[in-house]
């Protein structure tokens, strides 16, 4: 009865190399369907800022966004682009307004360190249009 022999240091080699190309393969199947799962509805995956598109500003025009602090989420509740005096509502049906003063598509709920009280008569906030800090 034969008894079988320990693998010498090749074939154990060998099986170690099977092992770990087994383990990469599945480990970029399972990379690649955690930045899939993103893009299928209902898996925790968020859905485009409509108001993200900012393909026809020029760089001045986006280095003014940056400059006047634009985000497209208020952190401050009572402060947002859609109860600025700045604030131009959107004339089409889509969610995203725009501003006097940023260019570009303007998140309702977005804030920039502009932000400034409406005044009744629509005229211009005190101090103008400068950005604020802090």
Same mark, same amino acid.
């Given at each position: 009865?034969? +008894? ?7 074939? !154990?080699?060998? &099986? !170690?190399? =099977? ?5 990469? $393969?599945?480990?970029?199947?399972? $990379? %690649? =369907? ?5 893009? @299928? ?5 968020? #859905? /485009? ?5 900012? #393909? ?5 025009? +986006? !280095? #003014?966004?940056? %400059?006047?602090?634009?985000?497209? !989420? %208020? =952190? @401050? ?13 959107? &004339?089409?049906?889509? *969610?995203?307004?725009?501003?006097? =003063?940023?260019?570009?598509? @303007? $998140?309702? $709920? ?9 005044? *009744?008569?629509?005229? /211009?906030? *005190? ?5 604020? %800090?802090?």
């Amino acid at each position: 009865m034969g +008894r079988s022999r320990p693998p010498d240091e090749g074939e !154990q080699m060998a &099986s !170690q190399d =099977l092992d770990r190309r087994r383990f990469l $393969a599945q480990l970029g199947a399972l $990379a %690649t =369907l955690g930045l899939s799962a993103p893009a @299928i509805p209902g898996c925790g995956g968020r #859905t /485009a800022d409509p108001c993200s598109d900012l #393909t026809g500003l020029s760089a001045q025009d +986006r !280095q #003014t966004r940056v %400059t006047y602090g634009y985000r497209s !989420q %208020t =952190l @401050i509740e009572a402060k947002r682009c859609d109860n600025c005096h700045f604030w131009k509502a959107a &004339s089409g049906a889509g *969610p995203c307004g725009s501003c006097t =003063l940023v260019k570009g598509p @303007i $998140a309702p $709920a977005g804030y920039c360190n502009s932000w400034a009280q409406p005044v *009744p008569g629509g005229q /211009a906030p *005190p101090g103008g249009a400068p950005p604020q %800090t802090g």
